[in-house]
């Protein structure tokens, strides 16, 4: 598929460190896979994860509220169902 | 076998069981007959309606029993919903947290030309008293919706705050009762009134609509005369009885089973945070229903803990996607923010033992420890808690 657009840079300036995909996949997998990997990219980046499970679209944020990390936006992919949720990596 | 799931049904009570049986000896005629046998089955309905009225704390005339908790909902919201405020279309104002039936109602109304304002809530689950009572328009808007307290987490809503807000504006402000009738007495200033007798410990498929005195409201329906035009169709008055008989018995218990419950939901609320990892606790631990607690435990999947719980010997309901018929998340956890995957509410009926509610707090670190081991549905295994940076059961 085509890469999603690019949500308002508003927030923040750099493009994500890392990309997961988690289209397709039921929660809680997206928030495994977001708590699994966060730890790759240096503090104060951001990691971009995809995902259509509307679960996902309230979870990421509340995980980031419970986690100390800031949920920084969210966008629809428009092409297809689903969103681009950005958390940035906050320690 | 311990039965936790209370919110969704409470056991039906012996007296419930006893007033049912009686009636259907004498109360199975068509009350809207006039012959003897109608008679005696329309002065049962009649003593049931008093009955309920009683506890309610509304008149006898102002009640009406319905097929269910969801019907008396839909007729309380379309039957105002219809109307039109005096500047436009009929407006809605409901909490984010309301029951489905209601806000899929107010859904339903908006389709046919209404306006529909949903406000927020905090964190804790109650409704932004504020940002509520701002939404209300006067002469536009032709109902308010509030819960007496929601039926996932256990928060109670400020409906007396709500109430005065309402009555001040002019709205008429509709409460579904259904988590607390006969649990915790309602503010007054209300103007309708839905509730189910399931969730009191009468039989199912009795709901209860009250629509007080003054108040503009028409059955949404095609005509039909039964019980003052407010719920069609023949009443199945033994089920009623047992209904009303189930009700007085359940709110004259009230207090006792605050008492005796609320220390047990409390024991869940306290503990399973320290013994396990990664769970957090929904709702207001103060100002809250004594029966229910509701948390949830990240990184699982909501229907494998009912599952596993369901084996353990405990039946439990989650508001997890996986777990609901939808496949949607729990509406009132996302607007409360909260992490709506792992989920369990826990509600206890009357009676419950410590020793149930101890032996759940026992088994259910290990349950969620061999899940989180597992994985869901086969993916790898997910890392202890701790054991690197980064990995899930890091604290910030």
């Known amino acids: 598929m085509n890469p999603p657009p690019r949500p308002d840079p508003a927030g923040f300036a750099q493009a994500p460190a890392l990309r997961i995909d988690a289209l ?62 950005y958390v940035r990596r906050s320690y | 076998m311990a039965y936790f799931d209370a919110a969704s049904a409470e056991p039906v009570l012996p007296e419930a069981r006893e007033a049912l049986l009686g009636a259907l000896e004498d109360g199975w005629a068509d009350p809207a007959r006039l012959h003897t046998e109608g008679r005696r089955a329309s002065l049962m309905l009649d003593q049931a309606r008093e009955r309920v009225a009683a506890v309610l704390r509304c008149r006898a005339d102002e009640v009406a029993f319905t097929a269910s908790g969801t019907q008396a909902v839909h007729l309380a919201v379309l039957g105002t919903a219809q109307l039109r405020g005096r500047r436009g279309p009929g407006h809605i104002v409901a909490s984010a947290v309301e029951h489905s039936s209601v806000l899929n109602a107010a859904a339903f109304a908006e389709q046919a030309g209404g306006v529909v304002t949903i406000a927020g809530v905090g964190s804790d689950g109650r409704v932004d008293v504020a940002e509520f009572t701002a939404a ?207 989920n369990v509410r826990v509600s206890l009926p009357r009676g419950t033992a410590g020793e149930d509610v101890t032996r759940f707090i026992e088994v259910l670190p290990g349950i969620v420890g061999h899940l989180r081991g597992r994985g869901p549905r086969g993916r790898e295994p997910v890392a202890e808690p701790g054991s690197a940076a980064g990995l899930p059961g890091r604290i910030g």
């Open chain 1, 24 to 85: 397709g996949l039921k929660c809680p997998i997206p928030i495994i896979m977001l708590a699994e990997r966060i730890g790759e990219v240096p503090v104060g980046t951001i990691v971009e994860v995809l995902a259509d499970d509307p679960a996902a679209r309230t979870d990421v944020p509340a995980w980031c509220g419970l986690k100390s990390h800031e949920f920084v936006a969210a966008a629809e992919l428009g092409s297809v169902p689903g969103w681009a949720l």
């Open chain 2, 136 to 342: 209300l328009r006067r002469e536009r808007t032709v109902l308010a919706c509030l819960q007496s307290a929601n039926h996932e987490v256990g928060t109670v809503q400020p409906v007396g705050q709500v109430a005065a807000e309402c009555q001040a504006a002019g709205v008429p402000l509709f409460v579904d009762a259904a988590a607390s009738a006969g649990r915790r007495p309602l503010p007054a200033g209300w103007s309708l009134l839905a509730a189910s007798g399931h969730k009191w410990g009468g039989p199912p498929g009795v709901g209860v609509l009250v629509v007080r005195k003054a108040v503009r409201w028409s059955s949404p329906l095609p005509a039909d005369a039964r019980q003052a035009h407010r719920a069609p169709g023949f009443p199945n008055v033994p089920a009623i009885m047992a209904t009303a008989a189930a009700l007085e018995a359940f709110d004259a218990g009230r207090d006792v089973a605050d008492l005796a419950l609320r220390p047990l939901t409390r024991q869940i609320r306290d503990q399973l945070p320290r013994l396990v990892p990664d769970c957090v606790v929904h709702g207001d631990p103060a100002l809250s229903l004594p029966h229910i607690v509701t948390f949830s435990c990240l990184y699982i999947d909501g229907e494998a803990l009912v599952i596993e719980l369901a084996k353990a010997g405990f039946s439990v309901s989650s508001g997890s996607a996986c777990a609901s018929e939808t496949q949607q998340p729990s509406h009132v956890l996302a607007a409360m923010g909260a992490i709506t995957h792992g």
